[in-house]
C-alpha cells in the first residue's frame, strides 16, 4: 500500500495564528501544484475554519486547533456546535451580531467542492474541507 504524503499540524487558538495555518497549508500543498486561484480558495476556506475555532469553539479561553492536509480538516475540542444546519445558515453566528457576520461556513462552501461538520457539544468540532485539484481551474 502506497502512503499518502500528509500533515497534521496543531496550534493554539489565537488570532495570529490563523494566518500560520494559511502558510502552512499552502507550503504544503505547493507540491500538488495547484492553480494559483485553487490555492487562494483553500487558503480562505482554512481562514474562515480556523477563525470559527477561535472565536466560538473556545469563546472564554485559548484552546487547541488541529489542521491536517491533503485532506483538510480543523479539529477544535472546544464548546461544540448544538444545530450544525442553523450554524451553516448564513448570517447566524453564536457571537455578538454587531461584530460578526455569520458568514464563516457560507464562505467555506463558495471557495470549496465540499465543506462536511460533524459536532459534539461540549466535546468540539470537526471541519472536513475538499477541493479537487486534477482538474485545472
Known amino acids: 500500500m502506497k502512503m499518502l504524503?500528509?500533515?497534521?499540524?496543531?496550534?493554539?487558538?489565537?488570532?495570529?495564528?490563523?494566518?500560520?495555518?494559511?502558510?502552512?497549508?499552502?507550503?504544503?500543498?505547493?507540491?500538488?501544484?495547484?492553480?494559483?486561484?485553487?490555492?487562494?480558495?483553500?487558503?480562505?476556506?482554512?481562514?474562515?475554519?480556523?477563525?470559527?475555532?477561535?472565536?466560538?469553539?473556545?469563546?472564554?479561553?485559548?484552546?487547541?486547533?488541529?489542521?491536517?492536509?491533503?485532506?483538510?480538516?480543523?479539529?477544535?475540542?472546544?464548546v461544540g456546535i448544538p444545530d450544525i444546519a442553523k450554524a451553516m445558515e448564513p448570517m447566524f453566528t453564536t457571537g455578538d451580531a454587531e461584530e460578526r457576520a455569520g458568514l464563516g461556513f457560507a464562505v467555506m462552501?463558495?471557495?470549496?467542492?465540499?465543506v462536511k461538520v460533524s459536532s459534539t457539544p461540549g466535546r468540539g468540532t470537526r471541519v472536513t474541507l475538499t477541493k479537487r485539484l486534477d482538474a485545472r481551474a
Open 5 to 78: 504524503n500528509q500533515v497534521k499540524i496543531t496550534f493554539a487558538g489565537r488570532s495570529v495564528n490563523e494566518g500560520f495555518a494559511r502558510a502552512a497549508l499552502a507550503a504544503f500543498l505547493v507540491q500538488l501544484d495547484p492553480t494559483v486561484p485553487q490555492l487562494a480558495d483553500m487558503k480562505t476556506a482554512v481562514s474562515e475554519a480556523v477563525t470559527n475555532c477561535i472565536v466560538h469553539a473556545y469563546p472564554d479561553k485559548i484552546g487547541p486547533i488541529t489542521m491536517t492536509a491533503v485532506r483538510i480538516t480543523i479539529t477544535d475540542r472546544g
Open 109 to 114: 462552501q463558495s471557495f470549496m467542492d465540499k
